[in-house]
């Protein structure tokens, strides 16, 4: 896949508990950050962390038939690792080798992988620590979120929005991988 354009990763430990609540507040936060029509905010709280999100019913299903099929994934089989990766893009016009007009490609202008991994914390001091630990992860998330989308190579990424209607000018897409395998 053409690289040319910028990748931001996040890395989470998650557990069964808080799984899906934590993945649907990370996808939820980085539309937050990336849809540029009039987005109707909403907050999810995660292990005393605020992440804002989208109150938008295209956009909140979306989001849960990800989540979900991420989940079943991760439950169906031995592995325990998985990603989401939500690719931003714009149309062009599509040519063919004598500039002739063949329709319209959508061209890759961000992408974002969340990385996560599954695991169980053993006891309560364990959970108390786990979930420590991923309220940080949560954090650092928001940060790096924020330094991307108000960067000038998160800034210049942005294509010229010619199409202002809705909630999103650029297609949006949530890929779903476990174990390497795309999902749904």
Same mark, same amino acid.
């Given at each position: 896949?053409?690289?040319?354009?910028?990748?931001?990763?996040?890395? /989470? +430990?998650?557990?069964?508990?808080? #799984?899906? =609540?934590?993945?649907?507040?990370?996808?939820?936060?980085?539309?937050?950050?990336?849809?540029?029509?009039?987005?109707?905010?909403?907050?999810?709280?995660?292990?005393?962390?605020?992440?804002?999100?989208?109150?938008?019913?295209? &956009?909140?299903?979306?989001?849960?038939?990800?989540?979900?099929?991420?989940? $079943?994934?991760?439950?169906?089989? #031995?592995?325990?690792?998985?990603?989401? +990766?939500?690719?931003?893009?714009?149309? $062009?016009?599509?040519?063919?080798?004598?500039?002739?007009? /063949?329709?319209?490609?959508?061209?890759?202008?961000?992408?974002?992988?969340?990385?996560?991994? &599954?695991?169980?914390?053993?006891?309560?001091?364990?959970?108390?620590?786990?979930? @420590?630990?991923?309220?940080?992860?949560?954090?650092?998330?928001?940060?790096? &979120?924020?330094?991307?989308?108000?960067?000038?190579?998160?800034?210049?990424?942005?294509?010229?929005?010619?199409?202002?209607?809705?909630?999103?000018?650029?297609?949006? $897409?949530? @890929? /779903?991988?476990?174990?390497?395998? =795309?999902?749904?």
């Amino acid at each position: 896949m053409n690289a040319n354009f910028p990748t931001v990763t996040i890395d /989470v +430990i998650l557990d069964r508990h808080s #799984a899906k =609540e934590v993945l649907t507040a990370i996808l939820h936060s980085i539309l937050f950050h990336r849809l540029f029509g009039t987005v109707k905010p909403q907050t999810f709280e995660v292990l005393d962390v605020t992440m804002p999100g989208v109150s938008d019913p295209e &956009m909140e299903q979306l989001v849960t038939e990800k989540v979900d099929i991420f989940w $079943k994934g991760i439950e169906s089989g #031995a592995n325990k690792r998985g990603q989401m +990766i939500v690719t931003f893009s714009e149309k $062009k016009a599509k040519k063919s080798w004598f500039q002739v007009y /063949v329709g319209e490609e959508e061209v890759p202008w961000e992408q974002w992988i969340v990385n996560a991994e &599954m695991r169980q914390p053993k006891s309560d001091r364990d959970r108390q620590e786990f979930n @420590a630990n991923l309220a940080s992860t949560l954090l650092k998330a928001l940060n790096v &979120m924020l330094t991307h989308t108000s960067s000038e190579r998160g800034r210049t990424a942005v294509p010229l929005i010619t199409n202002a209607t809705g909630i999103s000018p650029f297609p949006i $897409k949530i @890929a /779903v991988k476990v174990g390497g395998v =795309e999902l749904g």
